[in-house]
């Protein structure tokens, strides 16, 4: 079985969308993904020196890191490209898109 990671840098759109990012985020969105087959568990972490959210230029305070298992890792990634479009997997107008987002194999 492989195992991987998928790591989501984000944002909010503004500092005053950044509470109810937050509480999307940890309300709403983990627990939908983490409904996904092969997608196993999930972590956020902030950047210690973000300091005030940055609208513009590079900075993405925010990651997420979901822990992969599947036998195929583009699997789950389908599953959730799916249940995204059917509005399962919600996304919030708080979170400043495109967000970056990258699958991690794990190499053995």
């Known amino acids: ?26 309300e709403e969105h983990i627990p939908d993904v983490l409904k ?13 020196d973000a300091g005030p959210i940055r609208v513009s230029g590079e900075a993405q305070p925010y990651i997420i890191v ?3 298992e599947a036998d195929d890792l583009n699997t789950p990634m389908d599953e959730l490209a799916k249940r995204t479009a059917e509005g399962s997997v919600t996304l919030s107008d708080t979170i400043d898109r495109p967000s970056l987002t990258t699958v991690y194999e794990l190499i053995d």
């Open 36 to 48: 996904v087959p092969g997608i196993v568990s999930a972590r956020r972490l902030r950047a210690r």
């Open 66 to 68: 979901y822990e992969l």
């Open 1 to 26: 079985m492989a195992k991987g990671i998928l790591l989501v840098q984000s944002r909010p759109i503004s500092p005053e969308a950044e509470a109810e990012y937050n509480r999307w985020y940890d």
